[in-house]
Every structure is written in structure tokens, then in C-alpha cells.
T-cell receptor
Framework: AQSVTQLGSHVSVSEGALVLLRCNYS??????LFWYVQYPNQGLQLLLK??????LVKGINGFEAEFKKSETSFHLTKPSAHMSDAAEYFC?????????????FGKGTLLTVNP | DAGVIQSPRHEVTEMGQEVTLRCKPI?????LFWYRQTMMRGLELLIY????????DSGMPEDRFSAKMPNASFSTLKIQPSEPRDSAVYFC?????????????FGQGTRLTVV
């Protein structure tokens, strides 16, 4: 069974500071990994995805994530936080197909950006 | 494409009433997912379909919940009878297997309040 653990349900940073949101996964097969963002009263929007190509993945809005198989991690980073980055972020894992494909989400991390 | 379309956006109903949530996936997508989001449980996968066939409904909380996908462009999630603990935001998502990562596209969600 696949699962995702997001460390820290709430992260607070100052504007301009580094953003680091942590995600560890468990999967019995090589995983596909995703980060989604949810703004208030909206659906989830894909930030970036890892699909077994480059281990460093760049996404929208200046975010990137690095797949580390030895650590079973897929942490999300952004060098400099903007006020507009305040939202909830979800890490997700997929087995990538076959006859039993599904996407499993972590509990989410709420990012607050202080002026 | 207009994206995944859900209706209604908001629904308030009395306990014991039947509630039907509707979803139109992105044209051409062959996977459709129903998720429920609450503060306590986060994002839970309720059921997903592949080519209109239910594949995994293990997340459906109980027999009061049912989902159908009569054709490739329409799905419903029905709760009968509804209870206050069913209050949540329900998301529909669709994806196309084979896009190298099976990214899921989410609708705006239906906020259900059962009083």
C-alpha cells in the first residue's frame, strides 16, 4: 500500500525567506510523486510532478522538489517566499498505472507567509 | 477545455434528505475520482472509475453513499439519507493514463452542509 507523510501541518515563514515543505512517501513500486496547491475555496492545482526522469523537478511559481530514493523523500522548496504563496500544499503518491491506479494524498501543510 | 466541472458549488440540506453531487470530467480523460475533504481527515479517496467502470470503492464510508458513471462525460455521487457528519467539501478529479505521471485535474468542489 502506498502512503504519504507530510511533516508539519503548519509552516510559517517571512516574505523573502526559504520555503521548505517536507514529504516522505511509502510505495511498493517506483512511485510517481506530486505536489498540489490549494488556495482558499478552490480546488487543487498541480505544482509539479516526478515521473522517474530527472530527480530535481521544477514547477510553477518558482517551486521545485527533489526526489531522493534513499530517503524516500520528495521535499518542496522555494528560495524566496511571496505573500501569494500562502495556501495549503499537498504531497501525493501514485503507483503510476496498471490496473489499480490511484492517487493518495498527505494530510496537507498550511503555509503562512508573514510580511 | 473548461476543466472539471462540478455542480452545485454549495449545497445545504436537512438531515435525512437525499443529496446528489454532479461531475463532468475533462473530455477524453479515462479516470474519474471522487474525494472528500474535511479538517479532521484531510483528502480521502472515496471511489474511482476507469472507462466508466468502478475500480475501487473501498473509501466509500457506508451504504448511504453511492456513485455512478453512466457515460464518459458524467458522474454522480449520491448520499441517501444524508447526516450532519457528511458535511465536507467533495471534489471530483479526472486524469488520462499514459501522460507520464497520471496528473489529476480537480474541479472546484462542492461544499456540502447537512443541518
Amino acid at each position: 500500500a502506498q502512503s504519504v507523510t507530510q511533516l508539519g501541518s503548519h509552516v510559517s515563514v517571512s516574505e523573502g525567506a526559504l520555503v521548505l515543505l517536507r514529504c516522505n512517501y511509502s510505495s511498493s513500486v517506483p512511485p510517481y510523486l506530486f505536489w498540489y496547491v490549494q488556495y482558499p475555496n478552490q480546488g487543487l492545482q498541480l505544482l509539479l510532478k516526478y515521473t522517474s526522469a530527472a530527480t530535481l523537478v521544477k514547477g510553477i511559481n518558482g517551486f521545485e522538489a527533489e526526489f531522493k530514493k534513499s530517503e524516500t523523500s520528495f521535499h518542496l522548496t522555494k528560495p524566496s517566499a511571496h505573500m501569494s504563496d500562502a495556501a495549503e500544499y499537498f504531497c501525493a503518491v501514485s503507483d503510476g498505472g496498471g490496473s489499480n491506479y490511484k492517487l493518495t494524498f498527505g494530510k496537507g501543510t498550511l503555509l503562512t507567509v508573514n510580511p | 477545455d473548461a476543466g472539471v466541472i462540478q455542480s452545485p458549488r454549495h449545497e445545504v440540506t436537512e438531515m435525512g434528505q437525499e443529496v446528489t453531487l454532479r461531475c463532468k470530467p475533462i473530455s477524453g480523460h479515462d479516470y474519474l475520482f471522487w474525494y472528500r475533504q474535511t479538517m479532521m481527515r484531510g483528502l480521502e479517496l472515496l471511489i474511482y472509475f476507469n472507462n466508466n467502470v468502478p475500480i475501487d470503492d473501498s473509501g466509500m464510508p457506508e451504504d448511504r453513499f453511492s456513485a455512478k458513471m453512466p457515460n464518459a462525460s458524467f458522474s454522480t455521487l449520491k448520499i441517501q439519507p444524508s447526516e450532519p457528519r457528511d458535511s465536507a467539501v467533495y471534489f471530483c478529479a479526472s486524469s488520462l493514463l499514459g501522460t507520464g505521471g497520471t496528473e489529476a485535474f480537480f474541479g472546484q468542489g462542492t461544499r456540502l452542509t447537512v443541518v
